[in-house]
């Protein structure tokens, strides 16, 4: 008998067994979770023929073998399923355990339904080369390098559960083992509400919009809570009682709130609904990014924001100051692990801006009963509810009480109390700390994790991670564009915008992430932590150490007085924090000076121009910060200009990075004199150069074809100017 049978099953014997575990799970309204551990092919039978067995119809594969089954996602599409629900789910560990498409997936599993978990013999789960490591993967390093300890780690959980019903490939079935009694489900008799939470997750809704003013309602609630549904049966309810109402609805992405326009469309069948928008009468509920609300007035009666943990806090407070009547909902424990970071720092901003605001909290799940099992058992494995140290256990700590570790990550495996406490100050001090994170922290190549304790609570932590070290054939490719090594975020970015080929083989400490305890932020464990971490990059002869993130006046005045300069800023919002990027810079060697010296000189010149096009809605404070720092006398280095604007006339420099050079060129010349230049194209040169006109303003009066258009009559512009005139700074 081959190794893909199901060994020794019959059909009957399966379909006898498969109806007990269905039974159970059944009667207590709980999903269970199957292991199925041995080859890949085996795996992938035997999951088959107990989706045969069972009789199971919908069922989704999360996997690369895409002709599995009738409906299969790869691991990247995973979130395509967030709102829908499903009999059962196999997620092929084989193709990859993507933790972040765990977590999502495992929430559309209805209560009685089964996730089927294929992976490799537990003993040998460890040491597979997983394809999903790959995320995490910097060069010089493939994802056969990363080390298994988060695997590890999941196969202890897994192999450790009760509720885990495992099926090994050569072994008999496995006796079921009961589940607990059946704890009283939520659900009420009742038309419209599933839970009494739903129901009083409405009706606070509705006094937002009829109350007073400047009184914005936080809804919250874990996955599988209806809390979507509930804004969706309060927005129709709210459109029936008032007509002519203008309900705007925002999110991440517009598929995140299909699950409210669907709902609100069963409570209006005769609305008209077509993507993002649903009219009905003379009211409507209607989709908008969460970028446009902040650009344009939008016309809004009342503002449902859906999980608003994953938009950016600075498009929140800005969506606070300008709707009056607003309601933020957001998941608490969700797959992207934002809830907890959002509701401390979120609710901060609420209590400064809008002091009456509400709080409204849905605990009852609906798609499964309380206490359910593959809840519990992901919560654990993905650290889902990891949650900081009490504050009364550090509520005492000083600088000089504490005691400071660079922790192996063998320890962390070791010791889950260390590691839930430390992710979860990860989790509240960043908003889109992931599970994908908790895989880096315990595996990521490169990366050493410092740890300040009190009493052995954790009270901060940093992640570091080594970049740099290029060979000059790398070097020269980055420079040139034809590669981008993954990871080394500093030494990539000062050789590709900054064209500082000398960064490039320098080696250099950047800090990830550093989160000090929310009961003790201003106090100096912090800065504490940060000269520890100088200390061992100085002795492990480092050139530099660097840190790139969302820009706020406070945070460039914490690193600028630890001595590090901005050195580059970047062009466009970043996603996750809604914030302009900069990177700033500590020399720690000789060579490491050089460099920060050139960068810091090549900013100081360029950043008025940026300032006055790229950069115009920068924080007016963050511009004047960064304009009055004192730039140290640093200058260009000999012929920096003239590479950049070469690079640039061949495509390898965004405009951006070239403006200072560009502008610097055009004033050592003559452009309307120069005939080398095609009269059109200078004119095109000074229209987005000088005038500072967007691309699409240029491009249309010119008849271009967009910023593509206008780039390519820019580059020959600039090259005819470099045509007749000596080379810029060269002696």
Request: hydrophobic share 45%.
């Amino acid at each position: 008998m081959s190794s893909t049978d199901l060994l020794p099953y019959v059909a009957e014997e399966l379909s006898i067994w498969l109806a007990d575990v269905l039974l159970q799970a059944g009667a207590a309204r709980h999903r269970r979770l199957l292991l199925l551990a041995g080859e890949a092919p085996w795996c992938r039978h035997a999951a088959q023929q107990i989706i045969r067995a069972g009789d199971l119809s919908r069922v989704c594969w999360i996997s690369t073998q895409l002709q599995v089954a009738a409906e299969v996602m790869a691991p990247g599409a995973a979130t395509q399923l967030l709102g829908q629900e499903r009999d059962a789910l196999v997620f092929d560990a084989h193709s990859g355990f993507d933790p972040d498409a765990f977590a999502a997936v495992s929430g559309v599993i209805r209560g009685g339904g089964l996730m089927l978990l294929l992976c490799p013999p537990l003993d040998q789960w460890p040491a597979f080369a997983d394809p999903a490591a790959q995320r995490i993967a910097v060069w010089p390093h493939g994802f056969a390098d990363i080390h298994g300890r988060f695997l590890q780690r999941i196969a202890r959980i897994v192999g450790a559960t009760d509720s885990v019903i495992r099926i090994a490939q050569g072994e008999a079935l496995p006796a079921v083992r009961k589940l607990p009694p059946a704890q009283a489900f939520a659900e009420i008799d009742d038309p419209i509400y599933r839970t009494l939470d739903q129901r009083a997750a409405v009706t606070a809704i509705g006094q937002v919009l009829h109350c007073h003013r400047q009184r914005p309602l936080v809804l919250e609630a874990d996955r599988g809570r209806g809390k979507s549904s509930a804004l969706g049966i309060a927005a129709a309810g709210l459109l029936q009682d008032s007509p002519g109402l203008n309900i705007v609805v925002t999110a991440p992405r517009p598929a995140a709130v299909q699950p409210l326009f669907d709902r609100a469309r069963q409570h209006l069948p005769e609305a008209k609904l077509r993507q993002g928008h649903l009219q009905w009468q003379a009211g409507s509920i209607q989709y908008v990014a969460p970028d446009v609300l902040c650009l344009q007035e939008v016309p809004a009666d009342l503002l449902l924001v859906d999980e608003a943990a994953a938009i950016p806090a600075g498009l929140l407070r800005q969506i606070l100051g300008r709707y009056s009547r607003v309601v933020f909902s957001t998941t608490t424990h969700g797959y992207e692990g934002t809830g907890r970071g959002f509701a401390l720092r979120f609710k901060q901003t609420l209590d400064e801006q809008t002091p009456g605001w509400r709080q409204c909290q849905l605990h009852a799940p609906i798609r499964w009963a309380q206490g359910d099992p593959l809840e519990t058992l992901v919560f654990n494995a993905l650290l889902l509810d990891a949650a900081a140290a009490e504050d009364d256990t550090v509520a005492e700590a000083t600088v000089d009480a504490v005691v400071l570790d660079r922790i192996p990550r063998d320890t962390l495996l070791h010791d889950e109390s260390l590691l839930s406490q430390l992710f979860g100050l990860l989790v509240v001090a960043h908003y889109r700390t992931r599970p994908n994170d908790l895989r880096n922290l315990l595996d990521g190549p490169g990366l050493s994790v410092y740890v300040s304790r009190y009493q052995g609570q954790v009270v901060a932590t940093a992640l570091v991670a080594r970049e740099g070290g290029f060979t000059t054939d790398i070097t020269e490719d980055i420079y040139a564009g034809r590669r981008r090594p993954r990871g080394h975020l500093i030494p990539q970015s000062l050789v590709t915008h900054v064209g500082l080929k000398d960064a490039g083989a320098l080696r250099c400490a950047r800090i990830l992430r550093m989160a000090v305890h929310p009961a003790l932020q201003r106090h100096g464990f912090g800065r504490q932590l940060l000269q520890r971490v100088i200390r061992d990059a100085q002795a492990e002869g480092l050139d530099m150490l660097g840190v790139s993130f969302g820009a706020t006046p406070s945070l460039v005045d914490f690193w600028a007085s630890e001595n590090l300069l901005a050195v580059r800023m970047g062009f466009r919002r970043d996603h996750a924090s809604g914030e302009y990027s900069v990177m700033m810079l500590r020399p720690l060697s000789d060579d490491g000076a050089a460099v920060c010296t050139a960068a810091r000189a090549r900013f100081v010149q360029d950043l008025p121009l940026w300032l006055a096009d790229p950069l115009q809605a920068l924080d007016t404070g963050l511009a004047a910060n960064l304009l009055q720092a004192d730039d140290g006398g640093a200058v260009l280095p000999e012929g920096h200009d003239h590479e950049m604007l070469q690079s640039f006339i061949r495509g390898e420099r965004s405009y951006e990075d070239a403006l200072g050079p560009i502008w610097r060129l055009m004033q050592t010349k003559q452009v309307r004199s120069t005939v080398s230049v095609n009269n059109e194209d200078k004119q095109v040169l000074q229209a987005k150069v000088l005038q500072r006109q967007s691309w699409m303003a240029v491009a249309k009066h010119f008849g271009l074809a967009g910023r593509t258009g206008v780039l390519a009559c820019l580059r020959r512009c600039v090259a005819g100017l470099l045509d007749t005139t000596p080379a810029v700074d060269q002696p």
